[in-house]
């Protein structure tokens, strides 16, 4: 291979790193993880003076020489995928046990996972509402009317929430009126005397909203020393949490206000 060649096949190996880096913050994996996976794959081809940079928003990846190469990918979107992050963790391990892999085809493999159909929309729902139902008989909530109403809030709450991230992308704007939509029914179901208290309802319908993954991630960011990823993640997680706490705040507010019995 001579040097024009090992040139165009150095970039065509940062571009499909890159690629998988990017693939990887999409689909909600820790930072350590998208970095480690994006520097095997460069090692795995001789490249040992790549470096990379990664934060929930950019994925950066770079040659250390003077005349490197330098790869930058900003992400807007993104979500938690655990099968997606799967296949990609065995993509990068299978790629970096192959000699001289042909570049074109891995591509056109990460493209087929990338298009990797999610769970069926009822399948998902239906989890979401029986793990919602089921926190909230743990803490109380053990009638049968309080675990139907709350497996079916959950699941309205859930549809309304993907419902304005498909036209807001802003995930504490779409939990604010997921979260104030799910009081409010609460509420609704209280004073028609359905239910007893509308708290365990609304404690169960929320826990699908609440950032846990995130939080668990942004430590393990800081633990592994990403200062900024785990920063970043830890405030977006508290943003969250302020706007679950502000929908459910303003309803039961006026809700008290206006003679209600939590």
């Known amino acids: 291979m001579d040097a024009a060649q090992e040139k165009e096949y150095k970039k065509n190996v940062l571009k499909l790193a890159l690629f998988v880096g990017e693939l ?3 689909n909600g994996a820790e930072t350590s993880r998208v970095e480690d996976s994006v520097l095997r794959i460069c090692r795995s081809q001789g490249f040992h003076h790549a470096n990379v940079f990664t934060t929930p928003t950019v994925v950066i990846i770079s040659d250390e020489k003077f005349d490197g190469f330098c790869f930058m990918k900003t992400i807007d979107k993104r979500g938690i995928n655990l099968n997606k992050i799967s296949l990609l963790n065995n993509f ?3 790629f970096c046990s192959i000699k001289n892999p042909d570049i074109d ?3 056109a493999e990460l493209y087929e996972i990338d298009r990797t159909p999610p769970y069926p929309s009822w399948f998902f729902y239906s989890c979401t509402g029986l793990a919602s139902a089921c926190f909230a008989y743990i803490i109380g909530g053990n009638q049968l009317l309080n675990f139907i109403f709350t497996f079916i809030v959950a699941i309205i709450g859930d549809i309304i929430y993907d419902k304005i991230m498909k036209i807001s992308s802003i995930s504490a704007f779409s939990c604010v009126v997921s979260s104030f939509a799910i009081t409010v029914l609460g509420v609704i179901f209280t004073e028609l005397k359905i239910i007893s ?3 365990m309802l609304i404690v169960g319908s929320i826990m699908p909203l609440l950032p846990g993954v995130a939080v668990i991630k ?5 633990i592994a020393g990403n200062l900024i990823s785990g920063i970043s993640r830890i405030f977006d997680a508290f943003m969250v949490l302020l706007a679950i706490a502000s929908g459910v705040g303003v309803v039961l507010d006026l809700w008290l206000k206006m ?3 939590l």
């Open 259 to 261: 003679g209600g019995v």
């Open 92 to 94: 990068s391990r299978e």
């Open 197 to 199: 208290t509308p708290t």
């Open 24 to 26: 990887m913050i999409k």
């Open 105 to 107: 085809k891995a591509i």
């Open 218 to 222: 942004s430590i393990r960011d800081l």
